[in-house]
């Protein structure tokens, strides 16, 4: 057995690391944001429906534009859009390394704010795009100056948000990717994967779309929808967008499969985002009571809670699944991530947490 590193690779690819999220299965996952929540026995029973269907014609290959789901998701983002406005992939994950194919690659960069997303860096390595790191503010804001001096500073291909940041819960305002859009004549790509749970009536970069033919927005199934495990993720962008991916993507990338489980889901949107308002109460109950315990949380707009003034992360994270119970450390010093899980799940780590003796940054 032989390390890749000593196969004839890409030299730009020698000494990295691949996307590594611990995939332990254990009674309490809350490290990947998931919805913890099951797909409702109904919905199953339509999708499986669908799937029976889809397969009658399994022998050939799969709509290519996947044209009924593009109008599904039109429908369900709303903000005037069209199927024109949209595409898809398997996972949010495929639709940016596509977007980084067609506008990104050598010779071309990327300007994005960590700690953000860390397949956000991997898709520019794997794509041989230039990752340029840029500085927030304090408490992990982008402001429109700090943004555009960002971009004015380094003259980037492309720039990158996420909002609610993943993993600090942060959202970034309208007023900075607008600012961002003026200040660059580049792609400014918005990953909202975990818009829906955003408090009522926080303006998504959707409402930014008009006459912004190089602003590009990115949603996911995998999170509000509970569908991480059927890989569907899409953007909303200019139609032209969409013909520029047509250029990179695979022909049939979305199998019928996929589409017939997607268009299922989006059938039933109320019951599917039924459990977004209860992850939401988790999520701001995780704040109150971890600040409660002597750590610092951040406050969030997702399905998950950054905390600082972690003693040792490793050592928490240890003691956690030790006990079954699995949140993620993901590199930042004293801090450590946890998703907003069901009532009885979030009520186990919180009791699991309160019981560490010696946790807390000072605390001994
Ligand atoms: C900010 C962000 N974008 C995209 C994704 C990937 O989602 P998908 O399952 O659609 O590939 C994640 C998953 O954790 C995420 O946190």
């Given amino acids: 057995m032989t390390s890749f590193d000593e196969l004839p690779i890409r030299d730009d690819l020698r000494g990295l690391k691949p996307y590594g999220a611990p995939q332990a299965h254990v009674r ?19 999708i499986m429906r669908r799937i029976h269907v889809a397969l009658g ?18 429908g369900y983002l709303g903000h005037g859009l069209t199927a024109e406005n949209m595409w898809a992939a398997n996972g949010s994950n495929e639709v940016i390394q596509q977007l980084l194919q067609a506008f990104g690659g050598p010779g071309r960069s990327v300007l994005a704010f960590p700690p953000t997303y860390s397949m956000h860096s991997i898709i520019a390595a794997g794509t041989g795009t230039q990752w340029i790191p840029a500085q927030r503010d304090a408490e992990f804001e982008i402001s429109p100056a700090t943004a555009v001096a960002a971009i004015q500073a380094h003259q980037p291909d492309i720039v990158f948000f996420c909002t609610p940041n993943n993993p600090t819960g942060t959202p970034v305002s309208v007023e900075t990717i607008a600012a961002a859009y ?39 199934m995998s999170k509000a929808f509970a569908f991480a495990g059927a890989r569907v993720g899409y953007l909303a962008a200019d139609p032209a967008v969409a013909d520029a991916l047509r250029l990179v993507r695979l022909p049939y990338h979305l199998s019928a499969l996929t589409q017939a489980a997607a268009e299922g889901a989006l059938a039933h949107t109320p019951a599917m985002l039924a459990m977004v308002d209860d992850i939401r109460g988790q999520r701001d109950r995780l704040v109150r009571e971890l600040a409660v315990l002597g750590y610092t949380p951040y406050p969030s ?15 928490v994270f240890d003691k956690l699944l030790a006990q079954g119970i699995i949140i993620r450390d993901i590199g930042l010093p004293h801090h450590l991530r946890v998703t ?25």
């Fill in 57 to 74: 014609t399994i022998n050939r290959y799969p709509d290519r534009e996947f044209t009924a789901l593009r109008e599904a998701l039109a």
């Fill in 28 to 46: 309490v996952e809350l490290n990947v944001n998931e919805n913890t929540h099951p797909v409702p026995a109904d919905v199953v029973d339509d």
């Fill in 340 to 364: 907003a899980g069901t009532e009885a799940e979030t009520t186990e780590f919180l009791d699991a947490l309160a019981a560490l003796d010696g946790s807390i940054n000072g605390a001994l």
């Fill in 182 to 220: 003026d200040a660059t004549e580049g792609i400014v790509f918005v990953d909202e994967a975990y818009a829906e749970f955003a408090p009522e009536g926080e303006p998504t970069a959707l409402t930014l779309l008009e006459g912004r033919p190089r602003l590009v927005i990115s949603r996911t």
């Fill in 301 to 315: 707009s997702a399905n998950f809670v950054l905390f600082g003034g972690v003693r040792d992360p490793q050592d």
